[in-house]
Each structure stands twice: as structure tokens, then as C-alpha cells.
């Protein structure tokens, strides 16, 4: 679900509309405009690219739109621009943060919503939890046989 407003999408595949993202500043950089896409649309991801300073995210509208240019699903593209130390060492947490102001997964209600770590991801109420199957108990050593004289 896109976050914030300012972002658009275009009925062209071949040309979707590209923002650079760097913080909380973006600039349409190439494509249509066909779109306005309003906080709140829903997209889905269809790639993700990552460079040594940038992550570019591909997008299709969840439903089709109706607009002056036709109706359909509107494509757009988003690069984040990063320090290239964040990528260099995968600082997914600064990534994730970003992303949240610009973008959030259906279900999280804000971007003011907790980030769970990886220790600690929740599971739907009466989800199936995999858990390691219970290990038989070793046997028992035989007894050394005694030696008589």
C-alpha cells in the first residue's frame, strides 16, 4: 500500500512512471503520468533490483484504473537512493525504515508501526508453528562383559 501522496503510475508497461526517492524527497525522473496514485492505493511488487547506492522497486497496481489515457493497471517504478554503506553491509533495518515511509505491507496499520525483528516474528492467531520433531532417547551402552580368572 503506497504512503505517502506525490507518486504516479502509468498504463504503459514499456514506460511506467520512475521516481527517485532520497529520503523523503522524490522527483519523477522519466515515464507517464497517467496516475496519481493517492496514500492508500494498493500495489504489488513485481522486482526489486539492488545496486551499490540504489534499490529500484517495480510496481502494478492491485486493480484497474480508470483515466484519461484508458483504463488498466498502472505501473511505476520507485529508486531509493541509499549511502552505499547501508547496501555494502546490508543495513536492512535502515532499508525496511525507508521503505515503511514510502510504502507498507497490507495489514500494518501505520508506518508508526513497531518493526518486529527476525527473533521475533509473530505468527497469525491458530497459524501452524513448525517445531522440531521430539528426538528418541539414546539406548543404553551394552555393559563391558566381565572377565573371569
Known sequence: MIQRPGLYGSLLHTEPASSSIDGLQYKLFRGHQDYEVPAGERYYVTAVAVGSDTI??????ARSLSTQAGNGR????LSFKFPPNVLATADKETVFREFDQWMMPEGRATSAAPVASPAM???PAGAPVATA????APA???AAPSQSL
Open 140 to 142: 543404553p551402552k551394552p
Open 121 to 123: 516474528t509473530a505468527y
Open 133 to 136: 520433531a521430539p528426538q528418541p
Open 74 to 77: 498502472m505501473w511505476t517504478t
Open 56 to 61: 529500484l522497486v517495480a510496481l502494478i497496481s
